[in-house]
Each structure stands twice: as structure tokens, then as C-alpha cells.
């Protein structure tokens, strides 16, 4: 039996294996959490062999549940976490230090210095993005300065820098036994160090960060047959004919494919991406310009995005550091509990402000607070933060666009939270569309491989399959919907210019 598709999803709370059929319908999955690991503030870090051990685990889970060997398997799509740096020696196969994750701030004063020569859009025009610790670049140089024997060991050529999907492609295809070390457009254009326009690493950028060219991946297109898996008692022999950044992965899986075509995943953050097409479109209202995809030898497509840091991670907070309710999902009948947020506003700047705001200085706040405000409220407020966000981010795309968006489609773990939808839809005063198949980012990865290897024919073969779930149709009054999001503004501005000296001395981060 042919015609299945393997995605391997390597997010940044967990690494998924899942199971397609020709179909896009789901016929296994397997999932393992990894360990967050945060030294300090502003510091968090995965153990790369830890993801590994756990992507191993999964493929051969999912392939045992599902009763399908190898030749059942036509190809391989990867997708990933996207930015999260990990350095490795190619000849143990060792990482020199833990992965520095894409929400890491360590890199700050790095990045403060840089923009303090030329302002934070001083790369924008070669690399699409804004100066921030956010995207790869400044971790690389990071571990190079500090883990130990690092710079001369790169110097030498032993090094090698990859994004997850590089990591998990270089050891499914053998590792130090000749692993492939590759990359795909999309990935690539998340590092600061490649040129929107040849698709290809920036000797100028590698410069500024003093990271030598022999430690940078191949860049593939995002569907094409790269290797194979080589991995003993693990899948040998299924091509790997696909990568795709876990947020273009499911604006491909949307079936998102042209210009204009827009989704909204609520993951672990959000983030929000509009095709353009073939065109390199630059915002001025603080999106950011990447790579949607590229099939084979076709030109690559572009898209403008908007990310969001936290709007999930906030849920797993209260869960997590608070302790306010005990299951990601249990938020919804908290947050139901009562009427309205109480007047309580919740800004979750923890790694700054993202889009559209670029604001590094930015933290947390909780505001509005009075003796009236209680553990549902606060649930409440942390769902709302994630619909106010959005909205924040599609006001830049509307102001760019020059035109209105007639709907969202969403997808992601939070979009199964109704209460949220339609909070969501009240407040765009549109409506939301979520899809039956809300695991888009692993169907992403499937359609990539899955072109790449005959199973399916075309991009419009593709866009049958989508179906719709639920429509949430917007129902608060418009003075209502602008009177909540000014509110919103209004918190937002407490939370900006909160990171100075003194925080910075207190915290012991001067760099
Ligand atoms: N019912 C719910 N209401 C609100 N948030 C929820 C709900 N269920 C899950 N979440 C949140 O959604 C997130 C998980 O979504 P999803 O599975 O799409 O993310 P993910 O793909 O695992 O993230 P990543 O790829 O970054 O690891 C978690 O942050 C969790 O707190
Ligand atoms: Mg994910």
C-alpha cells in the first residue's frame, strides 16, 4: 500500500509523528513533550539530543500503530520550530550547547549594539527582518563566543549550525556517518543571515555576525527530495522530500497557496501569515517579509507576517507557574466562569513585544486590577490578550494591504477553545473559520513531501481537501469592539519602557 505521507512535527513544546493517507486524512499519530529549561530569565533552552531521542520515538511509533513499513511510506516531510539555534561538532554528532530557543532574550545587549549603528531595520532590506534576538543569527554568534572551544572549532570547520529541521534531517539520513546538512527557503529566511532575493546565506550578514560560512546548511526548496532516511530500525529508505517552518507548514496545510490567501495559528504563539505571491512585499506597519515556500525549481512565494510571542505559552503559564487550573483546556470553563474580564487586562510581553510593536523593553503587565478581579477574570483576560494581539496584527495587515480581510482562518491547539473563536470574531468584527483538520502544520509538511513524490499531482489537487469546521460569526456591538481594544491599547502602553538599567543591572543580564 502506497500513496501515505509521514509528517515529522519538531515544535517547541513537542516533537509529533503523524500519518497521512491520500486523502490529508489522519491515520496515526504519536507525541512526546520535551524539557523547556530556563537557567534564568530570559533564558530558554532544549537539549537537542533529547530531540532527537524523542523524533526517533515517534517515527517508530507511529509507524508500528499505523501497521505500515517503510514501503508503505512514499515520503518524509519535516517541519519545525522555527529561529531555535543548535551548534553541533559533524564528527561526534555532539552538540556544544544546549539549543538557544527562538523566545531566548540572552542575546539583547548583542543586538542592542548592533541597532544603536543603524537602527533595527539596518538589515531589513537583504534580510526581510527587523534587529531582534528573536531570529537565529545572534545565538549562533552567541554559542561561538561561549561555549567553550567553540569559535576555533568552527574556525576549523568541525562545526555545524541547523535550525531543528536540520538537526532531525542530518541525523535521519545518518548523522556523523554522512548525514545530509540541509535547509529549506523557508527556515532560512528566519536566520537574519539570508538574502530575501537569492535565496542564498548573505556573505555580508555571516560577516556582521562573525559566523563562518562552512557551519551554514545547504538551502533546498521546501518540496524536492533531499535523502534519505538511514536511521537502523527506523524507516530506512523513505525519501525525505520536504521541509517547511512549522508556520509557513501550516499555511501551506491551509492550503493558503497565493497571494492575498491568509491563516492564524494559535500555537504556542501566534502567528498570523498573508501570501504575496511571487513579490517581495515590504510592510510598513511591522510585519516582516519571509519565505511561504518554494516547490522545486519553481521561483519561490513570499509572504508578509505577523508574530505573536505568547498567546499558548500564557495558557501553560497559569497552569504552570501559577497553578490556577490544572489542564491547558480547563481555561476555557475558568474564563467562562464569569461575564466579562472584570476590567482586567493582561499584556504577556515576557520576551517583549513582537509584531507589530518590535518593542524588546517591553514586560509583562497585568493591569486594571481591583479587589474585584479573581482567578477567572485573570483566565479570561490571558484568552482575550490572544484575540487583542491578533487583532493588533491584522490592523498592520489591513493598513498594508490598503483593503479589509472578509474572514480569518485559523487553526493550532487553541483554535479547539470556542470561548476564544468567538471572542476572536467579536473582536475583528469578522468572521473565523477553523477547518476540520486542525493539525495543518504536520498536514504542511505532508503536502510538501507528498508533491515532491507523485502522491498528489498539483496545488489545486491540494485545496479540495479542505473543509470547513465551525464559522464564528462576530456578534458584539461595534462601540463595544472599539471601546475593549482602545482598553487594550491603553494596557499596552503600560507595559512598554519597563526594561532600563536598573532592571537589566537587577536582573544580572548586562551581557
Ligand atoms: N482549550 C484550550 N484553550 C486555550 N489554549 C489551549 C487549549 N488547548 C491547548 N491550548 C494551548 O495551545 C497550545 C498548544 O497548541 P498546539 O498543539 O497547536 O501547539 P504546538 O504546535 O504544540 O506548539 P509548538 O509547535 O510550539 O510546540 C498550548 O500552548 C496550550 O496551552
Ligand atoms: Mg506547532
Same mark, same amino acid.
Given at each position: 500500500m502506497t500513496g501515505h505521507v509521514l509528517a515529522i512535527d519538531q515544535g517547541t513544546t513537542s516533537t509529533r509523528a503523524i500519518v497521512f493517507d491520500h486523502?490529508? /486524512? #489522519?491515520?496515526?499519530?504519536? *507525541? &512526546?513533550? /520535551?524539557?523547556?529549561?530556563?537557567? &534564568?530569565?530570559?533564558?530558554?533552552?532544549h537539549d537537542a539530543v533529547e530531540i532527537w531521542t524523542n523524533t526517533e520515538w515517534v517515527v517508530s511509533t507511529v509507524l508500528s500503530q499505523a501497521r505500515l513499513g517503510a514501503s508503505a511510506i512514499s515520503g518524509v516531510g519535516v517541519t519545525n520550530q522555527r529561529e531555535t539555534a543548535i551548534v553541533w561538532d559533524r564528527r561526534t554528532g555532539r552538540p556544544v550547547h544546549n539549543a538557544l530557543v527562538w523566545q531566548d532574550t540572552r542575546t539583547?545587549? *548583542? @543586538?542592542?549594539?548592533?541597532?544603536?549603528?543603524?537602527? #533595527?531595520?539596518?538589515?531589513?532590506? @537583504?534580510?526581510?527582518?527587523?534587529? !531582534?534576538?528573536y531570529f537565529s543569527a545572534s545565538k549562533v554568534a552567541w554559542i561561538l563566543e561561549h561555549a567553550p572551544g567553540a569559535r576555533e572549532a568552527a574556525e576549523a570547520g568541525h562545526l555545524l549550525f541547523g535550525t531543528p529541521d536540520t538537526w532531525v534531517v542530518w541525523n535521519l539520513t545518518g548523522g556523523s556517518r554522512g548525514g545530509i546538512h540541509v535547509t529549506d527557503v523557508t527556515n532560512a529566511s528566519r536566520t537574519l543571515l539570508m538574502d530575501l532575493r537569492t535565496l542564498d546565506w548573505s556573505d555580508d550578514m555571516l560577516a556582521v555576525w562573525g559566523?563562518?560560512?562552512?557551519?551554514?546548511? *545547504?538551502?533546498?526548496?521546501?518540496s524536492d527530495v533531499l535523502g534519505e532516511v538511514s536511521v537502523?530500525?527506523?524507516?530506512?529508505?523513505?525519501? #525525505?522530500?520536504?521541509?517547511?517552518g512549522d508556520q509557513q507548514a501550516a499555511t501551506f496545510g491551509q492550503a493558503a497557496f497565493d497571494a492575498g490567501e491568509s491563516k492564524n495559528t494559535y500555537g504556542t504563539g501566534n502567528f498570523l501569515l498573508v501570501g504575496t505571491g511571487t513579490e517581495i512585499v515590504r510592510s510598513q506597519h511591522g510585519l516582516i517579509t519571509t519565505v511561504a515556500y518554494r516547490c522545486g525549481d519553481e521561483p519561490a512565494h513570499y509572504a508578509l507576517e505577523g508574530s505573536i510571542a505568547v498567546t499558548g505559552s500564557l495558557v501553560q503559564w497559569l497552569r504552570d507557574n501559577l497553578g490556577i487550573i490544572q489542564r491547558s483546556e480547563d481555561v476555557e470553563s475558568l474564563a467562562a466562569s464569569v461575564d466579562d474580564n472584570g476590567g482586567a487586562y493582561f499584556?504577556? !510581553?515576557?520576551?517583549?513585544?513582537? !509584531?507589530?510593536?518590535?518593542?524588546?523593553?517591553?514586560?509583562?503587565?497585568? +493591569?486594571g486590577l481591583t479587589r474585584y478581579v479573581n482567578k477567572a477574570h485573570i483566565a479570561r483576560a490571558a484568552l482575550e490578550s490572544t484575540a487583542f494581539q491578533t487583532r493588533d496584527v491584522i490592523e498592520a495587515v489591513v493598513a498594508d494591504a490598503g483593503r479589509d480581510l472578509s474572514e480569518l482562518r485559523v487553526d493550532g491547539g487553541m483554535t479547539r477553545n470556542d470561548t476564544?473563536? *468567538?471572542?476572536?470574531?467579536?473582536?475583528?468584527? #469578522?468572521?473565523? @473559520?477553523?477547518?476540520? +483538520? @486542525?493539525?495543518?502544520? !504536520?498536514l504542511g509538511a505532508a503536502y510538501a513531501a507528498g508533491l515532491a513524490t507523485g502522491v498528489w499531482s498539483s496545488r489545486d489537487e491540494l485545496r479540495e481537501h479542505w473543509r470547513e469546521d465551525v464559522r464564528?460569526?462576530?456578534r458584539m456591538p461595534e462601540d463595544e469592539r472599539a471601546r475593549r481594544y482602545r482598553m487594550w491599547k491603553k494596557a499596552v502602553s503600560k507595559s512598554l519602557d519597563w526594561v532600563d538599567?536598573?532592571?537589566?543591572q537587577l536582573a544580572g543580564t548586562t551581557g
Open positions: 486523502d490529508g /486524512h #489522519i491515520v496515526s499519530t504519536a *507525541q &512526546r513533550e /520535551h524539557q523547556q529549561i530556563m537557567p &534564568r530569565a530570559g533564558r530558554v533552552e539583547q545587549p *548583542q @543586538v542592542d549594539r548592533l541597532a544603536a549603528e543603524g537602527g #533595527i531595520d539596518r538589515f531589513a532590506d @537583504v534580510t526581510g527582518l527587523p534587529l !531582534a534576538t559566523i563562518p560560512r562552512t557551519m551554514m546548511p *545547504q538551502i533546498r526548496s521546501s537502523p530500525g527506523v524507516a530506512r529508505g523513505i525519501p #525525505i522530500a520536504g521541509i517547511l499584556v504577556p !510581553a515576557f520576551s517583549g513585544l513582537f !509584531a507589530p510593536y518590535w518593542r524588546p523593553d517591553a514586560r509583562g503587565a497585568l +493591569v476564544l473563536m *468567538q471572542f476572536q470574531a467579536d473582536i475583528l468584527g #469578522i468572521p473565523v @473559520v477553523r477547518p476540520q +483538520v @486542525v493539525e495543518t502544520t !504536520a464564528f460569526e462576530p538599567d536598573d532592571a537589566r
